[in-house]
């Protein structure tokens, strides 16, 4: 006999849709919260940049990087000196 999920009578029905979106906000806070930690943490480290485009491209774990640099598929050796809640800021090194 199958069970008709809709119903709330299953695991996925809509009394658990209260308790599914706070789990999903509270993931979402989280994950928010770790971002700005990794970027906060690279803060004045050498790293190598792979651009993508004239003026941004890809860390080695790639972490979004602004640069100004230029010539996508190049590597640019820079250095992070902040982060815009979303990408990290960096300076190319010669």
Known sequence: MATDLNKGGGKGGPRNKPNARARAAALREKGVAALKAHLAGAQGRSIQV???????????????????ATGAGHIVEALVNGH???????????
């Open 50 to 68: 792979l651009m993508e485009s004239d003026g941004q491209g890809r860390s080695a774990d790639f972490t979004p990087v602004r640069i100004e």
């Open 84 to 94: 815009d809640g979303s990408a990290l800021l960096a300076v190319a090194q010669s």
